[in-house]
């Protein structure tokens, strides 16, 4: 069953590639290119899984990863942090703030295919 996947990038090129990423996968893309955006798209169905970008001109991801990781509501949301930042202290605080995984840019496309898959498919409570 395809899974609604919302992904958080400035950049068009890299949002149409991972938006395509996804569609290959068999799931459905949406993207939040704005706080308006990001809060419409947790109205109603939350998504299966966010990919998230740090360097946002609208929230700092890592800033938004952790929010999201303290809320009842949308902490069990998975969450993937795809950035060009991938010094370890990024990687470091992405996990811990319950991140599934944390891809850098640039990437394999197989990476972030497989990553998909992974995190969409990881069971906190088996």
Not at 49 to 58: C, Q, R, S, V
């Amino acid at each position: 069953m395809p899974k609604r996947i919302l992904v958080l990038e400035d950049d068009p090129p890299m949002e149409q590639l991972i938006c395509r990423i996804v569609q290959q996968e068999g799931h459905k893309a949406q993207v939040a290119q704005s706080w308006e955006d990001f809060e419409q798209a947790l109205l109603g169905e939350l998504p299966d899984l966010m990919l998230i970008d740090i360097a946002l001109p609208w929230v700092n991801g890592l800033d938004l990863n952790e929010s999201l990781d303290e809320s009842i509501l949308f902490k069990d949301i998975p969450r993937v942090i795809v950035t060009g930042h991938s010094e370890d202290p990024y990687r470091l605080r992405a996990y811990a703030q319950g991140c599934r995984a944390f891809v850098a840019k640039p990437f394999e496309i197989e990476q972030l295919q497989e990553t998909i898959r992974s995190a969409l498919a990881f069971d906190p409570d088996p």
